[in-house]
Every structure is written in structure tokens, then in C-alpha cells.
Nanobody, 117 residues
Framework: QVQLVESGGGLVQAGGSLRLSCGAS????????MGWYRQPPGKQRELVAG???????NYADSVKGRFTISRDNAKGTVSLQMDSLKPEDTAVYYC???????????WGQGAQVTVSS
């Protein structure tokens, strides 16, 4: 089992920055890919960014050049640096982790990010 806890959400003005962090506990050694998803109000959850255990990253087109994902495998953490935030980035942000031992994806509880115009 893997437990994930997000931190760092909040309210920021457009053009500002926030950093989200997610700490994993439990079977950290089993984690392969980690990532961030978001769910805007009234919309479906969507991928924001992902990072493999060897550091390969992928981003949604809407955040490329503004967001940066990183991870620390030893500590079992994944972070999302969000710069040049826009009101359309407002959403609940979830981190996830793919556990090769459990054969499933685990999710955090979510962190609210609100960007005011």
C-alpha cells in the first residue's frame, strides 16, 4: 500500500506562483510513475504532468513552459512548481503514484488551487 498526502495549495493572483508537494509513505520502493492531475469545477479530472522513476516527464499542453514536475525517489516525494498561473488553472490538484507491487494507482486527497483574475 502507498499513502499520499498533498500540501501547498492556496489562493494566488493571476501571474503568481505556487508549489505543490506530495509525500508518499508505505511501500515507497514499489512506486514507478508519479504524477499530478487536476479537476476544475464541473469538469473531469485531467492529467497535468507525470514523471517516471528515471526522471522522464510529460506535460499537458495547457501547462507546458509554466509548470515543472520533479521527484525525489529516496524520499518518495513529487512536487509541482506552478508559475505564471492563470484563472483557468483553478482546480483541485491530486497527486498519484503507480505501485508495481500493488498493481494499481494510489491517489492523494487533493489540494485546492484557486487563481484569481
Amino acid at each position: 500500500q502507498v499513502q499520499l498526502v498533498e500540501s501547498g495549495g492556496g489562493l494566488v493572483q493571476a501571474g503568481g506562483s505556487l508549489r505543490l508537494s506530495c509525500g508518499a509513505s508505505g511501500s515507497i520502493a514499489s512506486i514507478n510513475t508519479m504524477g499530478w492531475y487536476r479537476q476544475p469545477p464541473g469538469k473531469q479530472r485531467e492529467l497535468v504532468a507525470g514523471i517516471t522513476i528515471d526522471g522522464r516527464t510529460n506535460y499537458a499542453d495547457s501547462v507546458k513552459g509554466r509548470f515543472t514536475i520533479s521527484r525525489d525517489n529516496a524520499k518518495g516525494t513529487v512536487s509541482l512548481q506552478m508559475d505564471s498561473l492563470k484563472p483557468e488553472d483553478t482546480a483541485v490538484y491530486y497527486c498519484n503514484a503507480d505501485s508495481k507491487w500493488a498493481g494499481r494507482i494510489f491517489w492523494g486527497q487533493g489540494a485546492q488551487v484557486t487563481v484569481s483574475s
